[in-house]
């Protein structure tokens, strides 16, 4: 895995002491374990296996990991933006997320074991052209370099202050601290998701190990 960690920035030293720094690293952590849980899953399963789709509209593996990529993309599309704003609108803080019954509710729904399906945005779906194994890798690591870079640059900001549009659902706006919270649970939702896949009648056996040469 490339190296993740952060680079120095002019404002590194201009930052105050942030007791939210705690939230932020425990969400690093989050996405980190994510991505290690899809690196695990998708190293040991066969080009077949990866892009098995278990119906009509059922996603493969693949694809479960594919749709995390793509709703990286959307939504640190807004992020970033959301708090380089708020940087230079010195929205400091030293608290932690307080989260709403809405958001609490939410992220209980959103954890699996997943007892409904929900729809998903046309915005979000996965492109569902087959994948190499190391074309899906370069997937999961491009999710955990998006994330990484969109906690880092949340340092030392307001996690409650910083809102930050929906990109499905434009007149909606999270907390940012929220929002983080939510998408390492929507990632483990579908990890989850890609998880049973492997578990459907018909899901294709591993091939055949080829002997070495004695």
């Keep these: 895995m490339k190296n993740l ?3 120095k920035r002019s404002w590194d030293r201009d930052l105050p ?3 939210a ?13 994510n991505r290690d849980r899809a690196f695990e899953l998708c190293t040991r399963l066969s080009v077949d296996q990866l892009n098995w789709q278990p119906g009509p509209g059922r996603w493969s593996v693949a694809e479960c990991v594919r749709h995390l990529t793509v709703s990286a993309r959307e939504y640190s599309a807004r ?4 708090v380089r704003s708020a940087r230079g609108r010195s929205l400091f803080s030293t608290s932690q997320s307080r989260f709403g019954w809405l958001t609490r509710r939410a992220l209980r ?3 699996p074991p997943v007892e409904s399906r929900r729809k998903t945005p046309r915005k979000l779906l996965p492109p569902s052209d087959p994948l190499e194994t190391e074309e899906v890798l370069a997937v999961v690591e491009s999710t955990a370099r998006t994330w990484e870079q969109c906690v880092r640059e949340a340092e030392g900001l307001d996690l409650v202050r910083v809102k930050v549009r ?16 939510l998408v390492a649970a929507h ?10 896949v492997c ?5 294709p056996e591993p091939p055949p190990e080829v002997p070495s040469p004695s």
Excluded: C, N
């Design 187 to 196: 990632e483990r939702r579908h990890l989850w998701q890609a998880e049973e």
């Design 21 to 33: 720094a705690g939230e932020l690293a425990d969400y690093r952590r989050q996405f980190q374990e």
């Design 17 to 19: 002491p942030s007791l």
């Design 79 to 82: 992020i970033l933006p959301a």
């Design 109 to 111: 729904e959103m954890e």
């Design 5 to 7: 960690r952060r680079s």
């Design 166 to 181: 929906s990109p499905t659902a434009p007149l909606w706006r999270y907390r940012l601290g929220a929002l983080f919270a």
């Design 199 to 203: 578990q459907r009648p018909g899901f």
